[in-house]
């Protein structure tokens, strides 16, 4: 019955914070930035910062092995007892880096297989790890999509790198498109939570995005994400080289607002580093860098 459908979804993300709003009041997530490379160009982001996809841009994560990553998380499990996520966001896109996204997988699911494992991808590469990702109980995937109608895209990715070769404008742009919405699918097939982000850009996706939430809904998206580009020229993070700017507060309530349909909308992010650490919005990333966590030793016992 419905009910128990509705439990069993319940018991799935209670101790996820970004899944569930009320868990983030307890409950807190790591990330681990063992992923460099990205496949993708998004107008938006400037490669020398993290992936503006799942984090917030100007930030410049330690990039580690899948081994320290490892014993980071092992260490941080240890230290934060509410430390129920591990999620890998970055810095550019994991499954443009699978071997080492899953290296770190599999060590973390060995040594610590309580801790739920979390994964942020622009989704050109998802459909061909949809199988490994349920293998690993991966249960939260989230995929950004900035539009469902290539000619907007145009405007958001110059370009897209898929199997050894570039495609420029549209043709990169449809091939994005149809391999996010094949993610979709294979994820809700295969019965694995999804969350979709989509980044407001004012003026370039702002009014389409009421399409996107409808289509995503259909396609079986959980919860839906919209956050608001942080436009930051100091940081270097410009929407190519227009200037765009970010929307305000308001304009982002009034669309959120506006999409709320039967889905549920995500408003508590706090777009986090891809190294980030602690509850969402507090961010203890400083007291286990890379010098430190190494000095430190695992005290998580199973
Ligand atoms: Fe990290 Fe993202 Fe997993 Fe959460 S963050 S990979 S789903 S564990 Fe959360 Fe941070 Fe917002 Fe992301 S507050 S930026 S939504
Ligand atoms: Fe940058 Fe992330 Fe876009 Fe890749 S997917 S170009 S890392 S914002």
């Given at each position: 019955t419905e009910t128990t459908l509705d439990e069993k979804i319940k018991e799935r993300i209670a101790k996820h914070p970004c899944y569930s709003e009320e868990a983030h009041h307890h409950y807190a997530r790591m990330h681990v930035a063992v992923a460099p490379a990205c496949n993708i160009q998004c107008n938006?982001?400037?490669?020398?910062?993290?992936?503006a996809n799942e984090s917030r841009p100007g930030v410049v994560s330690e990039l580690l092995t899948p081994e320290e990553a490892a014993h980071k998380v092992l260490v941080i499990a240890g230290k934060i007892p509410q430390m129920t996520v591990l999620g890998i966001a970055g810095p550019g896109d994991p499954l443009a880096n699978p071997e080492k996204t899953f290296r770190t997988f599999d060590l973390i699911a060995d040594k610590a297989p309580d801790i739920k494992l979390c994964l942020s991808t622009n989704g050109l590469m998802l459909p061909d790890h949809v199988d490994r990702i349920k293998e690993l109980n991966v249960d939260h995937v989230t995929i950004t999509i900035n539009m469902v109608d290539p000619e907007v895209g145009t405007k958001i990715y110059p370009w897209v790198h898929y199997r050894r070769k570039r495609y420029r404008g549209v043709e990169g742009v449809k091939i994005l498109h149809e391999r996010q919405m094949e993610g979709l699918q294979a994820l809700r097939e295969a019965d694995i939570l999804c969350k979709v982000n989509s980044v407001m850009i004012p003026g370039i996706n702002d009014e389409h995005l009421v399409e996107v939430d409808k289509v995503i809904r259909q396609h079986g998206a959980f919860l839906h994400n919209i956050m608001p580009l942080i436009s930051a020229p100091e940081h270097?993070?410009?929407?190519?080289?227009?200037g765009q700017r970010g929307p305000t507060p308001k304009e982002l309530k009034a669309l959120q607002d506006n999409c709320s349909g039967n889905m549920k909308m995500m408003?508590?992010?706090?777009?986090?580093?891809?190294d980030a650490v602690g509850?969402?919005?507090?961010?203890?990333?400083q007291e286990f860098t890379k010098e430190k966590f190494l000095e430190m030793a695992p005290e998580y016992n199973l």
């Open positions: 938006y982001c400037n490669r020398k910062y993290d992936c270097g993070t410009h929407f190519g080289l227009t408003r508590h992010c706090r777009q986090c580093r891809a509850l969402l919005g507090e961010d203890r990333s």
